[in-house]
């Protein structure tokens, strides 16, 4: 099923982010905030077969978090085959191709939005994951090398273990993409129109071009290009093949999302203005939320990630706990104890410290 065309217009959903969406982000994301769909930091296709290990945890959610979509990325389509099959067998909602992140490292392999310069190679990895996922509805896991299969297996008894109701067949999930409006220069409307030949079940836009990075403003004008590019697509095909848009770039509240909501765009993916605010979703903007519910949410989130990862992995989390501390007295002294934080004991001691009822408005 395309959940895409359930979702509820305008669609407002957790944007993907490596190194910040991971499983505790998003439970905390899904639980405080509730977006209409959630995505989650992007994960190699060559580390998926070469590595499976890392899929005990790159690959957890939580049943709060659906419609849940694993993200991934990589430049060789044999590789995003496979992992379709896997993120399929682990019973995610949908699959999403990154052709957005401009980081070098990614850029420099191929990978990422690099993948606008090589437009034949990009529609070559949506056709093979779109097979993977279709060769998985029909044979399952056949074909895929025994180490992979038996780490496929640990993760979805883990997954058994927090909650998550597995779907009990094998069924389609879509396949959607993530990308910019450009590599050097804008080119959203022919970039997406491109994307349109292998028919994605969603495209997403951020409004930058990789060159851009994060810098300057996101050009929403060229996602509402895009955005108006896709509808007369949608206008020349059946209901059941209409293809969503979503515009990604500098949404800094539930508000924002509104007025950025113009013409034939479906909805938005909110990114950094979600770091340590969650409520975001819910139209809150972050001085409303209460000093106490932030540290308490900050806790929550230091036990949940100390349960879902192991202890080396804390240090993950100390910028997540940064981003609920500001705003109040003493902010500065309360983020540099939680920088050195080691475990999600230290972070309730160094919490419970805070003075709640010396508020300041700047710090």
Not at 85 to 113: Q, T
Not at 254 to 282: E, Q, T, Y
Not at 314 to 323: A, E, P, S, T, Y
Request: glycine content about 8%; hydrophobic content about 45%; some cysteine.
């Amino acid at each position: 099923m395309n959940f895409w065309q359930q979702l509820k217009k305008p669609v407002i959903g957790l944007s993907p982010m490596d190194g910040v969406t991971d499983a505790p982000f998003r439970y905390i994301a899904a639980k405080y905030g509730e977006p209409d769909v959630v995505l989650t930091e992007f994960i190699n296709v060559n580390g998926i077969y070469h590595a499976p290990e890392q899929l005990f945890y790159d690959f957890l959610y939580h049943e709060i978090e659906r419609p849940v979509v694993a993200q991934i990325y990589g430049n060789d389509p044999a590789f995003f085959y496979i992992a379709a099959k896997v993120v399929g067998e682990l019973g995610f909602d949908g699959v999403d191709i990154n052709m957005g992140c401009p980081s070098k490292s990614v850029a420099a392999s191929g990978s990422g939005a690099a993948l606008i310069a090589t437009p034949d190679l990009a529609l070559d990895i949506v056709r093979a994951v779109k097979q993977g996922v279709a060769d998985w509805v029909k044979d399952g896991l056949k074909d895929v090398r025994p180490e992979l299969i038996a780490q496929t297996e640990a993760t979805k008894n883990r997954l058994i273990e927090l909650g998550v109701s597995l779907p009990a067949e094998r069924r389609h999930i879509p396949v959607s993409v993530k990308t910019r409006i450009g590599y050097k220069d804008v080119v959203a409307v022919d970039w997406v129109n491109t994307l349109l030949k292998e028919e994605p079940a969603n495209i997403t836009m951020h409004g930058r071009t990789l060159k851009q990075m994060y810098t300057g403003s996101a050009d929403w004008e060229q996602l509402y290009r895009a955005a108006d590019a896709v509808a007369e697509w949608n206008s020349a095909h059946s209901s059941e093949q209409r293809i969503t848009f979503l515009g990604n770039g500098d949404v800094q509240s539930l508000a924002d999302a509104d007025k950025r909501m113009s013409g034939n765009m479906d909805g938005v993916l909110i990114g950094r203005a979600s770091f340590g605010h969650p409520w975001i979703f819910k139209g809150l903007d972050f001085d409303d939320v209460p000093l106490q519910e932030r540290i308490a949410v900050a806790i929550e989130h230091a036990h949940l990630h100390a349960r879902l990862k192991p202890e080396q992995m804390f240090v993950q989390l100390r910028k997540h706990l940064g981003w609920y501390m500001k705003g109040f007295h003493g902010a500065a002294q309360v983020r540099a104890e939680l920088v050195r934080s080691e475990n999600a004991e230290q972070v309730e001691r160094i919490l419970a410290q805070v003075e709640t009822t010396e508020i300041m408005l700047d710090n």
